[in-house]
């Protein structure tokens, strides 16, 4: 097997977005480990892992990918609102919402706005 270059992390990056949105989760996750490993500190690797994590409902990895993200990025609201989705789906609604609210207050998305439920007098 040769030596991965750069040029093959890219294609591999690229690839794996297309596996994602294609529905293969796994597959792009398979993708990413080399890029993973090569580049720890590229936070959109890491984004693509954690939704890759997501995706194939594996909630404790998203969760601990989308967590890496927003040390990074505090102000990535995409981040905020798909660690709320991963929280919400894994049964924590009051974490959830807190990330909700954060990602509507950074980018006052309809989706992200929805989800924060800023009108919903019980939240």
Known sequence: MHEATPETHVIQYRAAEQLLAARDPRGALKLLESVVAAFPEKTSVRLLRARAFFL?????????????????????????????????????????????????????????????RFGDHAA
């Open 56 to 116: 194939s409902a594996q909630l404790r990895a998203a969760e601990e990918e989308f967590q890496v993200v927003l040390e990074r990025e505090p102000d990535n609201a995409f981040a905020h609102f798909a660690l709320g989705r991963t929280l919400e789906r894994g049964g924590r609604d009051g974490e959830a919402l807190r990330h909700f609210r954060l990602a509507a207050a950074l980018d006052p998305r309809p989706d992200f706005w929805e989800a924060a």
